[in-house]
Nanobody, 114 residues
């Protein structure tokens, strides 16, 4: 079983940057496909970025070119570097790990506001 803990959320101004981290505990972290999802108020949870066990990333169209997902298997951590943030990036960001089973973190709030 995998446990995920997100950190790094907070208040950021439009155009600013933020780095989210998700630390995992449990076995076989390197075998999981990892993802960052977000849920804005009144909206469904959506995939923001994902990275496979082979470290191939994919991004939602809305964040492509601004966000970067990366992973460090030795530290059992996945990151989301958020640059040039916009108001629409506001939401709760969840870390996800998927293999035969799927695990979620508790979420971290990101608020983009001037």
């Amino acid at each position: 079983q995998l446990q995920l803990v997100e950190s790094g959320g907070g208040l950021v101004q439009p155009g600013g940057s933020l780095r989210l981290s998700c630390a995992a505990s449990g076995p076989a972290f390197s075998l999981y496909t990892l993802g960052w999802y977000r849920q804005a108020p009144g909206k469904q949870r959506e995939l923001v970025a994902g990275i496979t066990s082979a470290e191939n990333p994919n991004y939602a169209h809305s964040v492509e070119g601004r966000f970067t997902i990366s992973r460090n298997n030795a530290k059992k951590t996945v990151y989301l570097q958020m640059n040039s943030v916009k108001d629409d990036d506001t939401g709760i960001y969840y870390c996800n790990a998927r293999s035969r089973n799927t695990y979620w973190g508790q979420g971290t709030q990101v608020t983009v506001s001037s």
